[in-house]
């Protein structure tokens, strides 16, 4: 398995093979309206770009990825790890609307043509998809979502709510900050281990100065505990590919974002 870039009219985006069988993207910086910081595909509302250019950016993605831009499901990512069960009535909340929640770093949702849209500019964006049952999910983690298990969470609601098992579940882990760029004090380690234990330790290192996490393996592990075997997990790293997406970190913050989105 493994991601594959496409460009259609000058967008740039990505697709997995985890995923086949369901509409899904991963958007890089490449293709939109937006002017710097947020040059130039910036689907990220509230970040001081014009509403109306990230409304275009979301036409434009959307109509390269095969989905109805006025049914986007935006998430309201605050590092928590509550995950909401989207239905009709989310249609268009955060870009034409306003979400009237407050905490959604994961949605599920079994609706036809709902996009649920999740954002990163380092943190993980994961994207899950059940076939038999016909559902999917979407989820950020950063390192706290990481460590609170957001993604099994994730899993966990799709089996309560939908009947889904995790076996049938396949995954894709999004272009994300890798281990390379990662550099943390002892808190991000010591959040890890407490969430896991000595399984953390294959995905953690100390290279003299720092620690170094590979948050993307951690989510690989939790979703294996799972039960999920179709994992895909995208080795672009987003600080050392500024050329096709935002960082955070290389930011500071001054910046887009770029989002996974699946729609059944
Ligand atoms: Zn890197």
């Not at 036409?59 to 095969?66: G, I, N, P, S």
């Not at 989820?139 to 089996?159: D, P, S």
């Not at 896991?196 to 720092?210: C, Q, V």
């Amino acid at each position: 398995m493994s991601f594959h870039s496409h460009e259609q009219n000058g967008l740039v985006y990505l697709t997995s093979d985890a995923l086949s069988g369901v509409r899904h993207g991963f958007s890089t910086r490449q293709g939109g309206v937006s002017a710097p910081p947020w040059d130039t595909l910036n689907l990220g509302v509230g970040r001081g770009d014009a509403l109306a250019s990230v409304q275009e950016n979301y036409r434009r993605f959307c109509a390269a990825v095969d989905m109805d831009a006025r049914s986007c499901v935006l998430s309201k990512q605050v590092h928590e790890d509550k995950i909401r069960l989207v239905t009709p009535e989310d249609r268009g909340k955060g870009l034409w609307r306003d979400r009237d929640y407050t905490s959604v770093d994961g949605m599920i949702c079994q609706t036809p043509d709902l996009p649920l849209v999740v954002f990163g500019a380092d943190c993980n964006v994961i994207l899950l998809y059940d076939g038999v049952q016909g559902a999917i999910g979407a989820v950020h983690a950063g390192w706290r979502g990481t460590a609170l298990g957001i993604v099994k969470k994730a899993v966990e609601a799709m089996e309560r709510e939908f009947g889904c098992e995790g076996g049938d579940i396949h995954a894709a882990i999004g272009p994300s900050i890798g281990a390379c760029c990662f550099e943390t004090d002892g808190d991000v380690p010591h959040a890890l281990y407490e969430a896991l234990g000595e399984d953390a330790a294959p995905f953690i290192t100390w290279d003299g100065w720092k620690y170094h996490a590979d948050l993307k393996a951690i989510n690989a592990l939790w979703l294996r505990q799972c039960g999920v075997t179709e994992i895909d997990v995208c080795p672009l790293c987003t600080s050392c590919r500024t050329d096709l997406f935002w960082s955070h970190r290389k930011t500071g913050g001054n910046r887009g974002a770029q989002v996974a989105m699946i729609s059944l």
